[in-house]
T-cell receptor
Framework: LAKTTQPISMDSYEGQEVNITCSHN???????ITWYQQFPSQGPRFIIQ???TKVTNEVASLFIPADRKSSTLSLPRVSLSDTAVYYC??????????FGTGTKLQVIP | KAGVTQTPRYLIKTRGQQVTLSCSPI?????VSWYQQTPGQGLQFLFE???????NKGNFPGRFSGRQFSNSRSEMNVSTLELGDSALYLC??????????????FGQGTRLTVV
């Protein structure tokens, strides 16, 4: 299993762009990178997934460099409702999907 | 399309009892995973079932068990409950266990309190 490392917490003001970086040095060829968001007392919610380069959806962008040893989740213009824990996961086919400690993002008015 | 449904939402049990939690995945999803979440340990993987077979297992004692039925619904059972089993138990479903579809859909969870 590829181990992931991400900051424990981050603060950001409303309206700013937030970038959360995840390190996964021993990522394998078949691994995909996935990010989830979790609010208190709720199940995690899928945000975005990628394999390489850049992926963008209506919620976020995911940047993955060529060596794939890290990835950056970018949240544009955050609002108070984006205050949550963000998890970076690395998984491959038929492998159990495990969560790390996540990054607690606090958006400040 | 209905989401992942977990029942019950809240449960209070006493030490030594056993408990069964239920999870109905999204229609058409064949993979069901269970997680335990506590403030101290975070989200920990319990096990994953795919087509009625346990495919992966986390590092939990044998008191924690599960099963999946032919309609993909899953149950997890915890026997001889301990105070430390108090947690939010989350179920997640995926269409399959293939990497290309690692998007898992989580239920609201069952909040178990052991007293």
């Amino acid at each position: 299993l590829a181990k992931t490392t991400q900051p424990i917490s981050m603060d950001s003001y409303e309206g700013q762009e937030v970038n959360i970086t995840c390190s996964h040095n021993n990522i394998a060829t078949n691994d995909y990178i996935t990010w989830y968001q979790q609010f208190p007392s709720q199940g995690p919610r899928f945000i975005i997934q990628g394999y390489k380069t850049k992926v963008t959806n209506e919620v976020a962008s995911l940047f993955i460099p060529a060596d794939r040893k890290s990835s950056t989740l970018s949240l544009p213009r955050v609002s108070l409702s984006d205050t949550a824990v963000y998890y970076c996961l690395v998984a491959r086919s038929y492998q159990k999907v495990t969560f790390g400690t996540g990054t607690k993002l606090q958006v400040i008015p | 399309k209905a989401g992942v449904t977990q029942t019950p939402r809240y449960l209070i049990k006493t030490r030594g009892q056993q408990v069964t939690l239920s999870c109905s995945p999204i229609s058409g999803h064949r993979s069901v995973s269970w997680y335990q979440q506590t403030p101290g340990q975070g989200l920990q993987f319990l096990f994953e079932y795919f087509s009625e077979t346990q495919r992966n297992k986390g590092n939990f004692p044998g008191r924690f068990s599960g099963r999946q039925f032919s309609n993909s619904r899953s149950e997890m059972n915890v026997s001889t409950l301990e105070l430390g089993d108090s947690a939010l138990y989350l179920c997640a479903s995926r269409p399959s266990a293939r990497t290309e579809n690692t998007e898992a859909f989580f239920g609201q969870g069952t909040r178990l309190t052991v007293v």
